[in-house]
């Protein structure tokens, strides 16, 4: 079934919510790179690792985790170094990785839609529509329980926020990125997502 934006944004109908993909207006294709984006603990890592292990040929790339990695961990030489901006760093990392064959590389947060560093969100997303396929990923269909586990999933970090913020956040981002996605998987069940994500793009 076709969700629209306006469906998806609204409170829901009476239909039980189901994992799924939806259509989106680009044609599926075959390709040998796939991008996870969306909102903070949305689950784009865990359909990453989900894929992955169905995909044995396949390398994930976890964007977050490799900027903490190359940027954070080194701490006795960080001064030594210029400093980079988590988003240049981000930007980075994201083309290196690219390079590579049969990838599946899950961007930060703010990799696509962009609202402190607009210009960077919009050459990732040119980078990553010519690479590969975009899939954005959420919890639900619906809005208020997609808000609602992403901000369980929030409170067991390390970051404070409230359901407020969440709800916030959502509604000024989530909509362009639905605009940006090639496809939108939605549930909370991994490996039948990641199931959906092979199946769409021949992998």
Same mark, same amino acid.
């Given at each position: 079934m076709v969700s629209t934006d306006a469906k998806c944004a609204s409170e829901p109908s009476k239909k039980p919510e189901r994992p799924g993909m939806d259509h989106m207006p680009r044609p599926p294709m075959v390709t #040998?790179?796939?991008f996870l984006f969306g909102p903070r603990a949305a689950g784009k890592s865990t359909v990453g690792k989900a !894929?992955? #292990?169905l995909l044995p040929n396949w390398t994930f790339y976890d964007i977050d985790y490799e900027f903490r990695l190359r940027f954070e961990s #080194? &701490?006795?030489n960080a001064e030594d170094r210029p400093p980079v901006s988590y988003y240049e760093g981000c930007r980075k990392i994201m083309l290196d990785c690219m390079e590579n064959e049969r990838v599946i590389i899950a961007l930060g947060g703010g990799a696509i839609v962009n609202d402190v560093i607009p210009e960077v969100g919009i050459r990732n997303f040119q980078d990553c529509r010519r690479r590969g396929a975009l899939v954005l990923v959420l919890p639900a269909r619906r809005r208020s329980r997609c808000c609602h586990i992403i901000y369980q999933r929030e409170s067991k970090r390390r970051y404070v926020m409230t359901e407020d913020y969440v709800r916030q956040q959502f509604d000024q &981002?989530?909509?362009r990125m639905r605009d940006y996605a090639d496809g939108i998987v939605y549930g909370i069940a991994p490996r039948r !997502?990641?199931?959906q994500v092979i199946r769409r793009y021949g992998l």
């Open positions: #040998d790179c796939i !894929l992955v #292990d #080194d &701490r006795e &981002r989530v909509g !997502l990641a199931q």
